[in-house]
Each structure stands twice: as C-alpha cells, then as structure tokens.
C-alpha cells in the first residue's frame, strides 16, 4: 500500500488524441472499474463494494478521515488482491481542498474509471431543529462538500470522455419527514444536483449513478432496531456494481424501496402532515 504520491500532471495536460480514442469506447455497458477513487472510503457501503473490486485486480486511491481504520481499509483490499493501493487522509467538509486531492488521485492512478462518493452522517435531527449550526454542518457534510467533489469529477470525466461518477444518496430525499428531515434536504438537493450533472454530462459518455438505498445495517444505523427492511452492506455493494456495469442513472436498494417512496410520494399532504414518520 502507497501513500499518494505528489501531482505531476494536470487535466488540461492530457494530449487530445486519448480523449477523442476514448470516444470510441462502448457506452450500452460499462466493463468493471480497475481504476477507483472511492471519496468516504471507511464507509461500511463503500468497504463492502470496494471487496467486490479488489479480486478482480483494480488500484484504489481511498480517501477518509479517519487514518487508523483507512489503513486497515487499505491493507484488507491489498490483501484480497487490489493491484495497487493509495491512501490519502482527509476531512471532506473542506472543500477548498479538494481540487489537489482529487488531481493527486488522477497523478496516482493515472486515469481514474469510476469514483465513489459515499461519504455522509445522518446527523442530529432534534438539535438541528434548535440551532442552525447543527443543520449546516449536516448540509456540509451531507450536500455541499459532495457537490463540490462531484462537480469537479464531472468536469474530468467529461474531458476524458468516459467514466462513472457513483454517489450515495437516501430515500430519505424522496420526501420530507420530522425525523430526518435536515439530512432528508441535503440528499434531495443531491438528487436534483445529479440529475442536472447526468443531463449535462451523459453525452460526452459520463454515467452519473444516484444511489438511494434505504435502511441498511451500517455503522451508521447502529442506534436503530434491525427489522425486515434492513439490508446488508454486501447486497447494497452488489446492486451498486451491477448498475454501474448496466449504466443506470438511479438505483433503489433493494429494489423494493423504489415502490416504497413511490406510494410515500403519493401520500396527500393534508394526510402526510399529520403522521408521524
Ligand atoms: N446506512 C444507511 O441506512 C444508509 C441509508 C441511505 C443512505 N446511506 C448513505 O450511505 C453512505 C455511506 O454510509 P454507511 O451506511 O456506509 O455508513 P458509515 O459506515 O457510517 O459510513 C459513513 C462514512 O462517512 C464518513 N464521513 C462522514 N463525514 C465525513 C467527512 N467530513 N469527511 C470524511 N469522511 C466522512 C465516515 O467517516 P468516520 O468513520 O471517520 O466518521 C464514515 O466512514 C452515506 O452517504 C449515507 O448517507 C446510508
């Protein structure tokens, strides 16, 4: 496993030629990423799909806070057969910092496939109620330092005319609840965000995946009740492969919750209003 190593090579550096070559890549379906840029690489999500990749020989630069457990991120992947292994610690509400991470991952990986946001916290809902301090340090883990990840990935995978951009997302944007209605907001503004990235970017050949999945049993989720609803990391991580290999725009996971939030959707306000969700 490496610690990144220092840029060497800017986007706009990139000969024109490899961008027009890449054009000719097929875009019905996506092969395997092999090269991975995973940004919340401790995520419990995101450590299950990255399980998936490592057998198959993919590189990965990984990208979290917290350096103890990224190390053992790392080393686990190495050990299941990652080809190489780059790690970078960092908070990612700081997103001034962002634009030299993100060109140090290009730097070390060469050419990125397929990036990863799956970074986020649920966040406290009663204290965000009381002091809006609470609620925008949920929007800037949850919205804004994504939004400014993914815009810059966008505009990189645009420029090299493949890629996908995979951000985690929550059925919890489908609609509004007392209970988590602070986090809620910051992944329905997601959602909107990347359906206007997918409409700007899909035709220069870049997917843009929004995945919602609903309760799955995560580190996360651990001060809730486990009941039938609840999925694992691993089905979660194999519904997300298996949409970037068919190029889908959203993904419910599982498949049910689609159905779920459609009839939640359909719910009259005068009705929604007064349950207590
Ligand atoms: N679990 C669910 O039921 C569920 C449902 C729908 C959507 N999601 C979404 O799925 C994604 C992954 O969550 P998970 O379920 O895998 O939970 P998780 O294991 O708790 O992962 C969340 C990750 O986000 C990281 N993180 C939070 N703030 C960060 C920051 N400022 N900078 C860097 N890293 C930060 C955490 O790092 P630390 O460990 O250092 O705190 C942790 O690794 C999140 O976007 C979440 O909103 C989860």
Same mark, same amino acid.
């Given at each position: ?26 875009? =019905? ?10 940004? /919340? ?14 057998? &198959? !020989? ?7 806070? %917290? +350096?103890? #457990? ?27 910092? #962002? ?20 970074? /986020?916290?649920?966040? @406290? &809902?009663?204290?965000?109620?009381? @002091? ?7 929007? &800037? ?5 994504? *939004? ?11 420029? &090299?005319?493949?890629?996908?951009? *995979? ?8 609609? /509004?609840? $007392? ?7 910051? $992944?329905? !503004?997601? %959602? +909107?965000?990347?359906?206007? *990235? ?6 220069? !050949?870049?997917? *843009? ?13 651990? #001060?809730? =009740?486990? /009941? ?50």
């Amino acid at each position: 496993m490496r610690r990144r190593r220092s840029q060497t090579e800017s986007l706009e550096e990139r000969p024109n030629e490899a961008r027009a070559a890449r054009t000719d890549r097929p875009r =019905s379906k996506q092969t395997m990423p092999k090269t991975v840029l995973v940004l /919340g690489a401790t995520s419990a999500i995101a450590q299950a799909w990255m399980r998936l990749l490592a057998p &198959q !020989g993919a590189s990965f630069f990984l990208v979290a806070r %917290n +350096a103890t #457990h990224l190390d053992s991120v790392g080393k686990d992947l190495a050990t299941r057969g990652a080809a190489a292994v780059y790690v970078e610690t960092i908070d990612l509400d700081e997103t001034t910092a #962002h634009a030299g991470l993100l060109e140090r991952a290009v730097d070390a990986l060469g050419d990125v496939d397929c990036a990863l946001i799956a970074h /986020g916290v649920l966040g @406290d &809902q009663a204290a965000g109620e009381r @002091d809006f301090a609470v609620a925008a340090a949920s929007l &800037q883990t949850n919205f804004l330092s994504t *939004v400014s990840l993914a815009t810059w990935l966008a505009n990189y995978f645009a420029a &090299q005319y493949h890629g996908s951009l *995979v951000v985690i997302s929550s059925v919890a944007g489908d609609r /509004g609840r $007392k209970s988590n209605y602070i986090y809620g907001s910051a $992944k329905a !503004g997601l %959602n +909107a965000f990347l359906d206007g *990235v997918r409409n700007r970017v899909d035709r220069e !050949g870049v997917q *843009v995946l929004t995945v919602r999945p609903g309760f799955v049993a995560t580190p996360m989720t651990a #001060h809730l =009740s486990r /009941g039938p609803l609840f999925a694992t990391p691993d089905a979660v991580a194999r519904d997300i492969l298996h949409a970037i290999e068919h190029r889908r725009d959203v993904l419910y996971t599982p498949w049910f919750w689609r159905w779920i939030m459609a009839m939640v959707r359909m719910i009259p306000e005068w009705k929604f209003k007064k349950m207590d969700l």
